[in-house]
């Protein structure tokens, strides 16, 4: 058997139809990598482009969104402080006599009482001159519960507020501060 040329060379055809196979393979790889990373990139361009865009819709919907916001708590700000924490009535004085006085509280204690207004004026009902206030102060409070007890009248500067507020007790009337009276009678010739 004689060894022809062309039968000396065949497998190495075979071997470079391989390679070449194999290069042609790594080129589509290559090619769909490229269009893989060229996608990725027009993707992020598109999302750069909508936060660099100064006037774009989604920004301005998003600035619309937060000023909504924060107006809304601005007015939530003014309604609430001007309920619990302004005074309607910054400095008012009633005199009268201690009908009730009671300490209460479960988390924050605060005295409780009830005051019939001191008008000598008006008689009969007195269910209209009930002034119903709260105070925090402790020494206070005792203060007011000796008064009760002798029977004296007193004289109470207080504030008061739109709403009750737990720490401020139950009314909306806050008293501060409370002196005793000696009322003067009148002598009759």
């Known amino acids: 058997m004689a060894l022809k040329f062309d039968d000396y060379f065949e497998e ?12 042609e393979l790594d080129k589509k790889r290559e090619a769909k990598q490229k269009k893989e990373e060229e996608a990725k990139a027009r993707a992020d361009e598109d999302i ?3 936060f660099i865009i100064p006037n774009s819709h989604r ?6 969104r937060w000023s909504v916001v924060v107006v809304l708590l601005l007015i939530a700000y003014i309604v609430v402080n ?3 924490f302004t005074p309607l009535v910054k400095e008012g004085q009633i005199r009268g006599y201690i009908v009730k006085m009671e300490k209460v509280g479960q988390f924050f204690d ?6 019939v207004m001191d008008n000598r004026q008006v008689s009969g009902d007195t269910t209209s001159n009930v002034f119903n206030f709260s105070l ?7 203060k007011l519960m000796d008064s009760m007890a002798k ?5 109470m500067t207080y504030r008061r507020y739109g709403n009750a507020l737990p720490w401020r007790g139950n009314s909306e ?11 003067l009678s009148k002598k009759r010739k």
């Open 173 to 183: 009337v806050e008293v501060y501060d409370a002196h005793l009276v000696k009322l």
């Open 59 to 64: 920004r301005k919907k998003l600035w619309m």
């Open 12 to 23: 190495n055809e075979e071997e470079r139809q391989r390679d070449a196979d194999m290069i």
């Open 48 to 50: 750069e482009d909508t």
């Open 82 to 84: 001007n309920m619990y």
């Open 110 to 115: 605060s005295y409780e009482g009830e005051l």
């Open 151 to 155: 029977d004296s009248a007193v004289v």
């Open 136 to 142: 925090t102060d402790e020494v206070l409070g005792e």
